[in-house]
Structure formats: C-alpha cells, structure tokens
C-alpha cells in the first residue's frame, strides 16, 4: 500500500499541473495555434501600423479609461493593469493573443471528447484564423488580447458547467459576468457552446431529459453571470459617478423599439449574411463554395445518423429545436438589441464550422445508423482547410493594405504639416487646428484590394477614417502625435463641429490648392475634403 501511495505521488509529481496524455494534449493545440496564427497574423504582430481607434489607445490615458467604462467594460481596465500594461506593444499583444487561444483551443477540445490530433487542429484554426481575428489584428490590436481572454473566460465557463455540474456552475457564474466585463458581445460564446455541446450530447445517445437538465443549469449559470454583471457595473458606476453611454451600439445601455418578431429575423439574415456574402476574402468564390458545400456535406449525415435512432421523439425534437436557435446564441448581441454589428462581435460565428465537423468526429451511439462514410469526413475536412488557408491569406493582404495607407497617410501629414508651420503666426503646439474633412485622395479605394474594405476596420484608405464627425475630432492629433512625434493643439469639439459648416469654410479650396489653410477667428482651418457627408461635416 505504501509502495503504491508513493508511485502516485511521484506520478503526480512528475505529471504537474497535468497528465502526459494532456500535456501532448495542450503542447498540440498550443503548436496549432502558433502554427495558425503566426501564419495568418505575424506580419499585424510585428509591424507597427496604428489607425482608426487605435490612435486614440496606443497609450491608455484617463479618456480611453473613463470610456471603456461607459461602455461597460471595466474588465479590459483591470486586464490591462494585470498582464500587459497601457502600452499596445504589437508583438506583446499578438504573443498574449495565441496564448489564449491556445488555452481556449485547449478546454473546447476536451469538452467535446474526441480523441485524435485532427480535430483539435481544425479547432486551433477555427478560433484562430477567422475573419474576426483579422479585423482585430488589423485594426483593434490595442483590445485583441483582451477580447481573447473575454473567449477564454467564457470557454472556462463552459468547461466548469461540463465537467463539475452545478457546483461548477456556481464558479462558472463569475467567469461569465467577467467575459461579460470585458466585452459584452463575446457572452455569445458560452451561449453558442453550450448548445453545441448539448448537441453533441445527443449525437452520443444521452436522453433528452439529461441534455434538458443539465442545459437549464447552464442556462442559469449565463443569467445568472449576466446579472452578476449587471449588479457590477451599476455598483461601479455609482462608486465611481460613471455615466453609461446610452447610445453607442457597442454599450450595455443601448436600447432598441423593434419588435421581438422584426429583431429576430434580423439575426437570421445577418448570421446567414455572414456566410452567403463573404466578401472579405481572398478567393470569395472559393469561399462562398465552402459555405455551400461544407453544409450539404455535413448536415446530411448529422440529421441521417441521429435520426434513424429507433424512438426518442423527445431526443428528435430537441435535436432539431437546437440547431434551429442555434443562430440566436450565436448572435446574441443582435438579438438583445437589434442593432447592426461589426466583425469583432461575430467571433460566435465561425463556430458553426466546428458545428460541421461534429458528425464526422462525435462517436456515434449504440443505437445508432451506421457509422458515416470516410469520404464525406474527408471532404468535410478538407473544405474547412480551404476555408482556414483563405483567411491566413486574407489576413496578410489586409495587412499589406493597412501599411500601405499609413505611407501614405504619414506622407500626407507631413506634407499638410510643413504647410502649417509655414503659414504667419502659427505656434506649434499652440494654435489650435481644425482639418475639415479627408483628403479626396485617401477616399479612393486601392485597385485590387476592394473587397477587403468590408472588413470592419478596414473601410477607409485613410488611417484616420471619420477624422471630420464630432466623434473623431481628436483623431488628427492622435496620429500626428505618434506617427509623426509632432504634437499639436486641437480646438474643442464644439468649435471643431462649428467649422464643418461654416461658409468660410466651404469657400475655402482644398488642399492642396493655395488658400486651403487659412485663420478663422481664432482656429487655423485645414480644408482637406469637399463634400458635405451625411453627419453634416466635410468628407
């Protein structure tokens, strides 16, 4: 007895935190991840290229502070604070970035019990190189990490309300009100997980009544995490003296009057949006075919090899009910608001990919249909590679478009600034400025690039996209702040939105014709753009 009490513990010590299995487990997904991503997000990684928002949170000052928590994410304040600092270092942020990923790649193998090393690397691919993941890498680096570790802790979540039930779902509570903290869209996760796991649960042969019951645990444990966050932030808010932003379509405040029906038809088109027009793609044909393929592949063999089980009509219903709302879970930012959302709150999405490969990975149960043909498992497969490869691709061509317009854009600042420096009277770093619109140059699309200016991020030529409207004043002097280390004093915002309409300043030529920086009052006007856009300003 001695002798096999000490063998466990020199096991155990040798083992650590996990057994060998799991450890050739983790080093796998953590290989596929880095494999994946430094293939498709090296070059964002490792390149200095700063624009849109990112201008404004290179350095995290008190503004980009006191905004995060108007929008209800004080858990990306504290993230910072613990693992990265206020600097948006690009490398620091891609290396924190995989390792989460990694980690979540990690735990979403394990909840689905499939053995192999297949399956875990499409997973690491799915989670990795998806177009979500570009989007951030191309211009929201500055909250990638942050974004991920929100994935992370929603997937702990999950593994917690898996493998230790209830008790497990009271610490699973947290998690999901700390995902929630951290960016509120990314709640879909869990969501989406849960019912895929339910899914597959079934596909295994587990009655309708165990998948039920331990379903309205999970779904207990993500209300209840909501709430949790709820409570939270209303606590933070009065200790604070913190105001909600009531209507940014990315706050916790934001409020909707269409109607249940009209709001959950938005949700279906948008998630079917997102795979019948990828237009963001390197090879979008080839793309469009994989998300027409891949499911005639896949869905038939899903529905044959549960349904021709004997019986189980509450097992049949529950099948089809789960895969028919799986869309809602998927989207349930849209369907809490109705409001029309970008890349970065789709991450949820391309789990309906892993949702593809179930059939040809789940074992199947006793009382199951045959097990499925190997070549509709290989197709499968192949078609999600097909898939994976074309985002690596896409990712490093939007990359390629991002360095391309800060040239650019540098170039143009530069210019635009000896202008300014040689105009009579001006005090650098004293005479406020105000840049009325975009230059007609940075406006125009890059030939061959066209399709990746519906990546969110990615809709401007310009790295400074908006710098007109009221909510991007500041947006000039962030960027010849740091792109330029030339500091300048920008007027307040009510002048700067004053100045869009003002007749003089529509008198005014554009640059770089002669009289396009001219003193009005007390502001030395920059005309750059011409036309008057919808928000009223200069475009």
């Not at 053995?115 to 990795?128: E, N």
């Not at 009910?321 to 799986?326: H, N, T």
């Not at 635009?416 to 975009?438: H, K, N, W």
């Not at 702040?481 to 300048?488: H, K």
Request: proline share 4%.
């Amino acid at each position: 007895m001695i002798s096999i009490k000490t063998d466990r513990i020199r096991q155990g010590w040798q083992d650590g935190l996990l057994p060998a299995v799991e450890k050739q487990r983790f080093l796998l997904c953590l290989a596929a991840v880095f494999l994946w991503g430094l293939a498709a997000h090296a070059y964002g990684f490792l390149r200095a290229s700063f624009s849109h928002d990112m201008l404004n949170a290179l350095v995290v000052e008190n503004v980009e502070t006191y905004w995060k928590m108007q929008l209800g994410r004080p858990g990306i304040v504290l993230y910072r604070r613990l693992f990265r600092g206020l600097i948006a270092a690009p490398w620091l942020l891609g290396i924190l970035s995989l390792l989460w990923l990694s980690l979540s790649t990690f735990l979403t193998a394990k909840l689905f019990r499939v053995r192999g090393k297949l399956f875990p690397v499409l997973v690491a691919g799915i989670m990795t190189v998806n177009l979500s993941t570009v989007a951030m890498t191309a211009t929201y680096l500055y909250e990638m990490d942050a974004n991920l570790f929100a994935v992370l802790l929603g997937v702990c979540a999950v593994f917690l309300w898996d493998r230790y039930g209830l008790i497990g779902s009271l610490a699973g509570i947290f998690l999901v009100a700390g995902c929630m903290g951290t960016y509120q869209s990314l709640f879909s996760v869990p969501v989406t997980l849960i019912m895929l796991l339910s899914i597959a649960a079934l596909l295994r042969g587990d009655s309708a009544a165990a998948v039920v019951r331990k379903g309205l645990i999970g779904i207990g444990m993500l209300l209840l995490g909501a709430a949790l966050y709820y409570v939270l932030i209303r606590a933070m808010c009065a200790i604070k003296d913190i105001n909600l932003a009531m209507d940014s379509y990315n706050s916790v405040e934001q409020a909707s009057s269409v109607s249940v029906t009209a709001r959950i038809l938005h949700v279906y088109q948008t998630w079917a949006s997102a795979f019948w027009n990828p237009g963001a793609s390197h090879v979008e044909k080839a793309v469009l075919l994989v998300n027409v393929l891949l499911p005639l592949f896949a869905f038939p063999c899903l529905l044959v090899r549960f349904f021709r089980k004997k019986g189980a009509l509450p097992e049949k219903l529950l099948f089809a009910a789960l895969l028919l709302l799986l869309p809602l879970g998927m989207n349930t930012a849209q369907l809490s608001f109705s409001r029309d959302i970008h890349d970065l709150m789709k991450y949820s999405f391309w789990l309906f990919y892993l949702l593809c490969l179930l059939p040809f990975f789940i074992p199947a149960a006793e009382n199951s249909a045959l097990p499925t043909p190997a070549w509709p498992r290989v197709v499968s497969v192949l078609l999600v590679l097909v898939f994976l490869v074309s985002n690596v691709q896409t990712a490093n061509i939007v990359y390629t478009k991002k360095d391309l317009e800060q040239t650019a854009t540098v170039s143009l600042l530069t210019r635009v600034m000896s202008r300014v420096e040689q105009t009579p009277d001006y005090l650098p770093g004293e005479t406020p400025l105000v840049f009325a619109g975009i230059s007609e140059d940075l406006q125009a699309q890059l030939p061959g690039f066209e399709a990746y200016y519906d990546i969110t991020g990615c809709e401007s030529s310009s790295l400074i996209p908006n710098a007109n409207s009221s909510y991007n004043y500041n947006a000039y002097a962030a960027a010849l702040r740091w792109l330029l280390n030339c500091p300048v004093r920008i007027a307040d915002r009510e002048i700067w939105t004053e100045m869009q309409t003002d007749a003089r300043v529509l008198a005014m030529p554009c640059y770089p014709a002669d009289g396009c920086i001219q003193r009005l009052d007390d502001v030395l006007v920059i005309r750059m753009g011409e036309t008057i856009d919808p928000e009223g300003g200069l475009s």
